[in-house]
């Protein structure tokens, strides 16, 4: 049984442009969420996908967006990149509400640097 | 508003020696969730722990014990008999129940000395 996985691993990117990171959520999940990590510090919530909605979301500007299809995959797009964007981006899934409690799988996380 | 503290930012022991990590948080929700995940060098987020704010159980899973105290907005994760393979940087962290919008402390890195 696969756990949740993202592409691509590693990726570098100059200032100004945009970058798109992919993530499989778990088998049976059907809820994803995106997280920033910045270099030291713990994972921030971006926002949180459901029946390919946005359903919640942080304290992160518009630049960054996302999407849910109908396999419950996602991504997440980060408009006109600054230096402050590089970090690692980590995919959360979880099971249908009322099935294996509240329990939140991560995947490995896309390492984005920015220059 | 949602908060995790993880007071110690790095800690070091010797192997073979008990640790203990502290976690406190703040929520106004009677209903929530706390965890632990371990994270390694390669950056994936491993799951440790989940419990309920109903549950104020202690726990223990092998070399593993956590004390969760309501009282004192406590989850403190200890492990016993410390290995080198437990050096990692260990995130507490808190949602409100139903969603999964969860909020971390900054972690703690624990080395573990051969």
């Known amino acids: 049984d696969a756990g949740v996985t993202q592409s691509p691993t590693h990726l570098i990117k100059t200032r100004g442009q945009q970058v798109t990171l992919r993530c499989s959520p778990k088998?049976?999940?059907?809820?994803v969420s995106w997280y920033q990590q910045a270099l030291g510090q713990g994972p921030q919530f971006i926002f949180q996908?459901?029946?390919?909605?946005?359903?919640q979301r942080g304290n992160f500007p518009d630049r960054f967006s996302g999407h849910q299809f109908p396999n419950y995959s996602s991504e997440l797009n980060v408009n006109a990149l600054l230096l402050g964007d590089s970090a690692l981006y980590l995919c959360?899934?979880?099971?249908?509400?009322?099935?294996?409690?509240?329990?939140?799988?991560f995947g490995e996380g896309s390492w984005l640097t920015v220059v | 508003a949602q908060k995790v503290t993880q007071a110690q930012t790095e800690i070091s022991v010797v192997e073979k020696e008990d640790v203990t990590l502290d976690c406190v948080y703040e929520?106004?929700?009677?209903?929530?969730?706390l965890f632990w995940y371990k994270q390694p060098p390669s950056g994936e987020l491993v799951f440790l722990i989940r419990?309920?704010?109903?549950?104020?159980q202690n726990e223990i899973s092998g070399r593993y014990s956590w004390n969760f105290q309501k009282s004192t907005s406590s989850f403190n994760f200890t492990i016993t008999a410390s290995q080198v393979v437990d050096s990692a940087v260990y995130f507490c962290?808190?949602?409100?129940?139903?969603?999964?919008?969860?909020?971390f402390g900054t972690g703690t890195k624990l080395q573990v000395i051969p």
């Open positions: 959360a899934s979880s099971p249908p509400s009322g099935s294996s409690g509240n329990t939140i799988y």
């Open positions: 088998s049976g999940h059907d809820t």
């Open positions: 996908y459901y029946e390919e909605e946005e359903r």
């Open positions: 929520t106004r929700d009677t209903t929530y969730y």
């Open positions: 419990r309920n704010s109903f549950d104020e």
């Open positions: 962290a808190l949602s409100p129940g139903g969603y999964q919008k969860v909020t």
